[in-house]
Protein backbone atom coordinates (compact mmCIF):
# COMPACT_ATOMS: atom_id res chain seq x y z
CA UNK A 1 0.00 0.00 0.00
CA UNK A 2 1.58 3.04 -1.04
CA UNK A 3 1.58 6.27 1.67
CA UNK A 4 2.39 9.40 0.49
CA UNK A 5 2.02 13.19 1.82
CA UNK A 6 1.61 16.08 -0.03
CA UNK A 7 1.21 19.72 0.63
CA UNK A 8 2.59 23.45 -0.37
CA UNK A 9 5.84 22.41 -2.67
CA UNK A 10 5.47 19.11 -1.16
CA UNK A 11 5.16 15.51 -2.66
CA UNK A 12 6.77 12.61 -1.50
CA UNK A 13 6.00 9.00 -1.66
CA UNK A 14 6.95 7.72 2.03
CA UNK A 15 6.98 3.86 1.57
CA UNK A 16 5.31 1.39 -0.12
CA UNK A 17 4.14 -0.67 2.88
CA UNK A 18 3.79 -4.57 3.14
CA UNK A 19 0.33 -5.17 4.67
CA UNK A 20 -0.65 -8.60 6.43
CA UNK A 21 -3.93 -7.89 5.54
CA UNK A 22 -6.15 -5.48 3.97
CA UNK A 23 -8.56 -5.29 7.60
CA UNK A 24 -8.66 -1.05 8.19
CA UNK A 25 -6.85 -1.89 11.77
CA UNK A 26 -3.46 -3.08 9.11
CA UNK A 27 -3.97 -0.22 6.79
CA UNK A 28 -3.97 2.38 9.90
CA UNK A 29 -1.31 0.91 11.70
CA UNK A 30 0.80 0.91 8.60
CA UNK A 31 -0.25 4.60 7.94
CA UNK A 32 0.46 5.43 11.03
CA UNK A 33 4.05 4.00 11.48
CA UNK A 34 5.52 5.19 8.33
CA UNK A 35 4.04 8.83 9.72
CA UNK A 36 6.12 8.28 12.87
CA UNK A 37 8.75 6.92 11.24
CA UNK A 38 9.28 10.42 9.34
CA UNK A 39 8.50 12.69 12.22
CA UNK A 40 5.62 14.28 10.61
CA UNK A 41 2.54 13.49 12.81
CA UNK A 42 2.08 17.10 14.19
CA UNK A 43 1.77 18.03 10.39
CA UNK A 44 -0.55 15.78 9.62
CA UNK A 45 -4.12 17.75 8.84
CA UNK A 46 -5.96 15.76 6.13
CA UNK A 47 -6.55 12.43 4.65
CA UNK A 48 -7.04 11.27 0.96
CA UNK A 49 -8.51 7.89 0.59
CA UNK A 50 -10.63 5.33 -1.10
CA UNK A 51 -14.06 4.59 -0.44
CA UNK A 52 -13.60 1.06 0.52
CA UNK A 53 -15.47 -0.28 3.58
CA UNK A 54 -12.16 -1.12 4.78
CA UNK A 55 -11.31 2.65 4.90
CA UNK A 56 -14.84 4.51 5.82
CA UNK A 57 -16.13 2.06 8.35
CA UNK A 58 -17.48 4.05 11.39
CA UNK A 59 -15.24 1.23 13.94
CA UNK A 60 -13.09 -0.53 12.23
CA UNK A 61 -12.09 1.57 8.85
CA UNK A 62 -8.71 2.93 8.30
CA UNK A 63 -9.38 6.50 8.39
CA UNK A 64 -11.41 6.04 11.70
CA UNK A 65 -8.64 4.19 13.19
CA UNK A 66 -5.49 6.84 12.10
CA UNK A 67 -7.49 9.44 13.73
CA UNK A 68 -7.55 7.44 17.31
CA UNK A 69 -4.00 6.59 16.81
CA UNK A 70 -2.77 10.24 16.12
CA UNK A 71 -5.42 11.42 18.92
CA UNK A 72 -6.76 13.97 16.68
CA UNK A 73 -9.57 14.70 13.89
CA UNK A 74 -8.54 15.02 10.54
CA UNK A 75 -9.94 16.57 6.89
CA UNK A 76 -11.45 14.04 4.85
CA UNK A 77 -10.78 14.02 1.08
CA UNK A 78 -12.52 11.36 -0.23
CA UNK A 79 -11.89 9.94 -3.71
CA UNK A 80 -14.52 11.23 -5.75
CA UNK A 81 -14.16 8.57 -8.34
CA UNK A 82 -16.55 6.49 -6.30
CA UNK A 83 -19.46 9.35 -6.67
CA UNK A 84 -18.66 9.28 -10.69
CA UNK A 85 -19.65 5.05 -10.48
CA UNK A 86 -22.91 5.48 -8.83
CA UNK A 87 -23.94 8.29 -10.81
CA UNK A 88 -23.55 6.81 -14.23
CA UNK A 89 -24.92 3.52 -12.70
CA UNK A 90 -28.05 5.09 -12.00
CA UNK A 91 -28.32 6.99 -15.00
CA UNK A 92 -27.74 3.52 -16.38
CA UNK A 93 -30.67 1.90 -14.12
CA UNK A 94 -33.09 4.56 -15.50
CA UNK A 95 -32.12 4.10 -18.87
CA UNK A 96 -31.79 -0.05 -19.49
CA UNK A 97 -33.30 -1.26 -16.30
CA UNK A 98 -31.95 -2.95 -13.46
CA UNK A 99 -29.91 -6.31 -13.54
CA UNK A 100 -28.44 -8.63 -11.72
CA UNK A 101 -25.65 -9.72 -14.33
CA UNK A 102 -22.31 -8.58 -13.94
CA UNK A 103 -22.13 -7.78 -17.57
CA UNK A 104 -23.69 -5.26 -19.54
CA UNK A 105 -25.52 -7.64 -21.85
CA UNK A 106 -25.52 -4.66 -25.09
CA UNK A 107 -21.48 -4.51 -24.22
CA UNK A 108 -21.00 -7.94 -24.36
CA UNK A 109 -23.28 -7.93 -27.98
CA UNK A 110 -21.08 -5.24 -28.86
CA UNK A 111 -17.43 -6.77 -27.86
CA UNK A 112 -18.77 -10.45 -29.98
CA UNK A 113 -19.39 -8.34 -32.85
CA UNK A 114 -16.32 -5.55 -33.19
CA UNK A 115 -14.58 -7.96 -35.18
CA UNK A 116 -16.50 -7.47 -38.08
CA UNK A 117 -17.28 -3.70 -37.51
CA UNK A 118 -15.64 -1.54 -40.27
CA UNK A 119 -13.70 1.26 -37.97
CA UNK A 120 -13.58 3.60 -41.47
CA UNK A 121 -17.13 3.83 -41.30
CA UNK A 122 -18.08 5.67 -38.46
CA UNK A 123 -21.10 8.23 -37.18
CA UNK A 124 -20.06 11.00 -35.14
CA UNK A 125 -22.59 11.11 -32.39
CA UNK A 126 -24.14 14.68 -33.37
CA UNK A 127 -25.33 13.05 -37.15
CA UNK A 128 -28.24 12.15 -35.36
CA UNK A 129 -30.66 15.54 -35.08
CA UNK A 130 -32.06 14.36 -31.42
CA UNK A 131 -28.58 14.61 -30.04
CA UNK A 132 -27.48 17.39 -32.15
CA UNK A 133 -30.23 19.48 -30.75
CA UNK A 134 -29.77 18.85 -27.22
CA UNK A 135 -25.67 19.06 -27.36
CA UNK A 136 -25.70 21.88 -29.77
CA UNK A 137 -25.07 24.73 -27.47
CA UNK A 138 -22.38 23.02 -25.24
CA UNK A 139 -20.56 21.10 -28.09
CA UNK A 140 -17.17 23.83 -28.91
CA UNK A 141 -16.60 24.30 -25.33
CA UNK A 142 -16.40 20.01 -24.35
CA UNK A 143 -14.50 19.89 -27.71
CA UNK A 144 -12.17 22.64 -26.12
CA UNK A 145 -12.35 20.87 -22.43
CA UNK A 146 -11.26 18.01 -24.27
CA UNK A 147 -8.19 18.75 -26.15
CA UNK A 148 -7.16 20.99 -23.36
CA UNK A 149 -6.90 18.41 -20.53
CA UNK A 150 -5.57 15.92 -23.20
CA UNK A 151 -2.39 17.99 -23.17
CA UNK A 152 -2.25 17.59 -19.38
CA UNK A 153 -0.67 14.08 -18.50
CA UNK A 154 -3.44 11.38 -17.87
CA UNK A 155 -2.43 8.80 -15.71
CA UNK A 156 -4.36 5.82 -17.70
CA UNK A 157 -5.02 5.01 -21.47
CA UNK A 158 -8.92 4.63 -20.87
CA UNK A 159 -8.79 8.14 -19.46
CA UNK A 160 -7.26 9.06 -22.86
CA UNK A 161 -9.47 6.77 -25.06
CA UNK A 162 -12.95 8.67 -23.17
CA UNK A 163 -11.30 12.57 -23.92
CA UNK A 164 -10.60 11.14 -27.29
CA UNK A 165 -14.33 9.95 -27.86
CA UNK A 166 -15.82 12.94 -26.69
CA UNK A 167 -13.87 14.98 -29.32
CA UNK A 168 -14.96 11.86 -31.89
CA UNK A 169 -18.52 12.40 -30.98
CA UNK A 170 -19.07 15.97 -31.29
CA UNK A 171 -17.65 16.16 -34.66
CA UNK A 172 -14.13 17.01 -34.43
CA UNK A 173 -10.72 15.02 -34.97
CA UNK A 174 -8.20 14.29 -31.60
CA UNK A 175 -4.73 15.93 -32.40
CA UNK A 176 -3.08 12.31 -33.29
CA UNK A 177 -6.51 11.29 -35.55
CA UNK A 178 -9.05 9.38 -35.44
CA UNK A 179 -9.07 5.47 -34.14
CA UNK A 180 -10.49 3.26 -31.87
CA UNK A 181 -9.12 0.65 -29.57
CA UNK A 182 -11.21 -2.27 -29.29
CA UNK A 183 -13.53 -3.09 -26.58
CA UNK A 184 -12.09 -3.94 -23.10
CA UNK A 185 -13.26 -5.21 -19.74
CA UNK A 186 -16.58 -4.84 -18.35
CA UNK A 187 -18.88 -4.95 -15.68
CA UNK A 188 -21.00 -2.82 -13.77
CA UNK A 189 -18.20 -2.07 -11.43
CA UNK A 190 -15.97 -0.39 -14.37
CA UNK A 191 -17.73 2.94 -14.92
CA UNK A 192 -15.56 4.07 -17.34
CA UNK A 193 -16.09 1.49 -19.31
CA UNK A 194 -19.78 3.01 -19.42
CA UNK A 195 -18.88 5.71 -20.80
CA UNK A 196 -16.55 4.54 -23.52
CA UNK A 197 -18.76 1.73 -24.54
CA UNK A 198 -21.88 3.83 -24.83
CA UNK A 199 -20.05 6.50 -27.18
CA UNK A 200 -18.45 3.51 -29.38
CA UNK A 201 -21.83 1.78 -29.96
CA UNK A 202 -23.62 5.48 -30.95
CA UNK A 203 -20.80 5.78 -33.33
CA UNK A 204 -20.84 2.54 -34.82
CA UNK A 205 -24.86 1.66 -34.19
CA UNK A 206 -25.66 2.24 -38.00
CA UNK A 207 -23.37 -1.34 -38.63
CA UNK A 208 -24.58 -2.73 -35.35
CA UNK A 209 -28.11 -3.78 -34.54
CA UNK A 210 -30.33 -1.68 -31.54
CA UNK A 211 -33.50 -2.49 -30.35
CA UNK A 212 -35.66 0.64 -30.40
CA UNK A 213 -35.15 0.53 -26.48
CA UNK A 214 -31.79 0.01 -26.64
CA UNK A 215 -31.66 2.88 -29.33
CA UNK A 216 -33.12 5.69 -26.56
CA UNK A 217 -31.41 4.21 -23.89
CA UNK A 218 -28.02 4.84 -25.35
CA UNK A 219 -29.15 8.17 -26.52
CA UNK A 220 -29.73 9.69 -23.35
CA UNK A 221 -26.72 8.01 -21.46
CA UNK A 222 -24.97 9.72 -24.62
CA UNK A 223 -26.15 12.80 -23.86
CA UNK A 224 -25.73 13.03 -20.02
CA UNK A 225 -22.40 12.27 -20.93
CA UNK A 226 -21.41 15.77 -22.98
CA UNK A 227 -23.86 17.51 -20.69
CA UNK A 228 -22.60 16.53 -17.25
CA UNK A 229 -20.51 13.78 -17.03
CA UNK A 230 -16.98 15.06 -18.91
CA UNK A 231 -16.24 18.04 -16.90
CA UNK A 232 -17.68 16.15 -13.33
CA UNK A 233 -15.26 13.27 -13.96
CA UNK A 234 -12.45 15.47 -14.82
CA UNK A 235 -12.92 17.37 -11.58
CA UNK A 236 -13.20 14.31 -10.13
CA UNK A 237 -9.89 13.36 -8.91
CA UNK A 238 -8.89 16.96 -8.23
CA UNK A 239 -9.65 17.08 -3.75
CA UNK A 240 -8.26 20.94 -3.92
CA UNK A 241 -11.32 21.74 -6.40
CA UNK A 242 -14.13 19.20 -5.11
CA UNK A 243 -16.44 21.58 -2.91
CA UNK A 244 -16.85 23.51 -5.39
CA UNK A 245 -17.04 21.20 -8.28
CA UNK A 246 -19.39 18.92 -6.16
CA UNK A 247 -21.70 21.69 -5.23
CA UNK A 248 -21.77 22.51 -8.92
CA UNK A 249 -22.42 18.58 -9.96
CA UNK A 250 -25.75 18.78 -7.76
CA UNK A 251 -26.79 22.25 -9.79
CA UNK A 252 -26.02 20.78 -12.99
CA UNK A 253 -28.19 17.17 -12.03
CA UNK A 254 -31.08 18.71 -10.62
CA UNK A 255 -31.09 21.27 -13.76
CA UNK A 256 -30.98 18.43 -16.03
CA UNK A 257 -34.59 17.71 -15.59
CA UNK A 258 -35.69 20.46 -18.35
CA UNK A 259 -33.20 17.59 -20.50
CA UNK A 260 -34.57 14.39 -18.89
CA UNK A 261 -36.74 14.78 -15.41
CA UNK A 262 -36.28 10.47 -14.36
CA UNK A 263 -32.59 10.70 -14.56
CA UNK A 264 -31.81 14.50 -13.31
CA UNK A 265 -34.28 12.73 -9.95
CA UNK A 266 -32.68 8.95 -9.86
CA UNK A 267 -29.10 10.67 -10.14
CA UNK A 268 -29.31 13.54 -7.96
CA UNK A 269 -31.16 11.55 -5.53
CA UNK A 270 -28.21 9.22 -5.54
CA UNK A 271 -25.57 11.68 -5.07
CA UNK A 272 -27.73 13.66 -2.33
CA UNK A 273 -27.79 10.06 -0.53
CA UNK A 274 -23.68 10.20 -0.59
CA UNK A 275 -22.80 13.91 0.89
CA UNK A 276 -21.03 12.97 3.68
CA UNK A 277 -18.11 14.06 0.64
CA UNK A 278 -19.09 17.95 0.91
CA UNK A 279 -18.54 18.44 4.70
CA UNK A 280 -19.58 21.64 6.58
CA UNK A 281 -16.00 21.93 6.19
CA UNK A 282 -15.10 21.27 3.02
CA UNK A 283 -18.17 23.01 1.70
CA UNK A 284 -16.29 26.51 3.30
CA UNK A 285 -13.78 26.53 0.76
CA UNK A 286 -15.91 26.39 -1.90
CA UNK A 287 -15.63 30.05 -1.04
CA UNK A 288 -11.84 29.88 -2.48
CA UNK A 289 -11.71 28.40 -5.55
CA UNK A 290 -9.77 29.26 -8.35
CA UNK A 291 -12.60 28.49 -11.08
CA UNK A 292 -15.36 30.04 -8.75
Given at each position: MPVLVSGKRVSQLLAV?????RTGEAQAASVFRVIEDWSIADSIRAMCFDTTSSNTGR????????????????????????????????????????????EVSLFKRFQEYWGIIDKAKYEPGIVTDEVASLVEDIKEGAIDYANEHLEQNQPRD???EFLELVIVFLGAV????????SPGAMHHARWMSKVIYSLKIWMFKAQFKLTPA??????????????????AWISAPQASGAPYSDLLLLLSLIQYSSIHSAISKSASRKFSNHLWYLSQELASLAFFDREK
Open positions: AKLPSIAGACFLLEQKLGKGLLSLACRHHIMELIIGTVFQVCFGATSSPDYKPARGVGFMEERGLRDVCVFIMRIYLK
